[in-house]
């Protein structure tokens, strides 16, 4: 498992030139579900994302997490995270989980951070044009595999 975390001030998704989900601050969550992910991983994973230090506190230090600022998620699937590409030009997406259970363990993922933080999702599978402003920038991969 793999996700692309963005502290943003905004941001949306569209599935055909529709708006379908829209926060304010918070986190834009691009998540990627690889083969072998199971409830073990998911729950890491949301938990370092709900615990992420990443918003300023009063002196400006990122010292906050997204429930302390009362911040919202919107969450995207991403297959293209579990790309591979140290070989040739094309990148080989057969490291990322089939559709039927990549997209329950999504929904699990999902529900986790539902639990403690407002979460807004795009259409698992749909082609989508999603729109951010990225604040600071502040940009954060967190994978399954981080020990820290």
Not at 11 to 25: Q, W
Request: glycine share 10%; no cysteine.
């Amino acid at each position: 498992m793999r996700v692309v975390v963005q502290r943003v001030s905004q941001a949306s998704v569209e599935v055909d030139g529709r708006e379908i989900a829209h926060i304010g601050s918070g986190l834009l969550l691009l998540v990627g579900i690889e083969k072998g992910d199971g409830e073990g991983e998911i729950a890491f994973v949301a938990d370092k994302v709900r615990h992420l230090r990443i918003f300023p506190d009063d002196e400006g230090k990122m010292n906050l997490d997204v429930m302390e600022t009362k911040g919202q998620i919107l969450s995207i699937s991403q297959f293209t995270l579990a790309a591979r590409n140290k070989k040739g030009r094309r990148p080989d997406f057969s490291n990322a989980e089939e559709p039927v259970r990549a997209e329950a363990l999504y929904l699990r993922f999902n529900a986790l951070l539902s639990g403690s933080v407002p979460v807004a999702t795009g259409i698992f599978g749909a082609m989508m044009d999603v729109r951010s402003v990225n604040q600071g920038p502040v940009t954060i991969i967190i994978e399954k595999n981080t020990a820290d």
